[in-house]
């Protein structure tokens, strides 16, 4: 049986253009009549963390490892550190634009480490924790933190608070980034 033809166009859209070859559609060049006129993008898709230095902080391999790509792939330079002391060697000798740091951590807990580092740099340090209470949250404000995301969270929660936390840090009258 032969194949049935083709329907017609829509009024006021374009028939996709294929390759006489393969069939394949190839990209047209402009929008449809009547149409909102468009540009090519031609460059890339801005990212949050383009030229942002993060070191995350967390003894737990796996969670470093993800939040080192989905950092990265947000166009951050990530650095990891594993323990507390750690953390504070290299976000005191090192320009971070962020610290994020788990609570519990070997060594030097994240609160104590989080107040040794900003008492020395002004960095933006967001606390990580698998613990949601109100007291919690308290206490790393207390250690200078300028933020505290609860585990577990999505990699789309982690930007998106992120983006909040250093906006807010980076408006005039702000003591913290």
């Given at each position: 049986?032969?194949?049935?033809?083709?329907?017609?166009?829509?009024?006021?859209?374009r028939s996709?253009?294929?390759?006489?070859?393969?069939?394949?559609?190839?990209?047209?060049?402009?929008?449809?009549?009547?149409?909102?006129?468009?540009?090519?993008?031609?460059?890339?898709?801005?990212?949050?963390?383009?030229?942002?230095?993060?070191?995350?902080?967390?003894?737990?391999?796996?969670?470093?490892?993800?939040?080192?790509?989905?950092?990265?792939?947000?166009?951050?330079?990530?650095?990891?550190?594993?323990?507390?002391?750690?953390?504070?060697?290299?976000?005191?000798?090192?320009?971070?634009?962020?610290?994020?740091?788990?609570?519990?951590?070997?060594?030097?807990?994240?609160?104590?480490?989080?107040?040794?580092?900003?008492?020395?740099?002004?960095?933006?340090?967001?606390?990580?924790?698998?613990?949601?209470?109100?007291?919690?949250?308290?206490?790393?404000?207390?250690a200078g933190?300028?933020?505290?995301?609860?585990?577990?969270?999505?990699?789309?929660?982690?930007?998106?608070?992120?983006?909040?936390?250093?906006?807010?840090?980076?408006?005039?009258?702000?003591?913290?980034?």
């Amino acid at each position: 049986m032969p194949a049935p033809p083709p329907a017609p166009p829509r009024a006021g859209r374009r028939s996709p253009v294929r390759d006489p070859s393969s069939g394949a559609r190839i990209a047209t060049a402009g929008p449809p009549p009547g149409r909102l006129r468009w540009a090519p993008v031609t460059a890339e898709t801005p990212r949050p963390f383009s030229g942002r230095r993060i070191l995350v902080v967390d003894d737990t391999e796996e969670l470093s490892d993800i939040l080192r790509f989905v950092l990265a792939r947000e166009g951050a330079e990530v650095d990891v550190a594993a323990d507390g002391h750690t953390a504070v060697q290299r976000a005191t000798e090192e320009p971070f634009d962020v610290v994020l740091m788990d609570v519990g951590l070997p060594g030097i807990d994240g609160l104590e480490a989080c107040r040794r580092i900003t008492a020395v740099r002004d960095v933006t340090v967001v606390m990580l924790s698998a613990r949601h209470a109100a007291a919690d949250r308290e206490a790393g404000a207390a250690a200078g933190a300028a933020g505290y995301l609860p585990k577990p969270f999505a990699p789309r929660t982690l930007v998106a608070e992120l983006r909040e936390i250093l906006a807010a840090a980076e408006r005039p009258g702000h003591g913290g980034g």
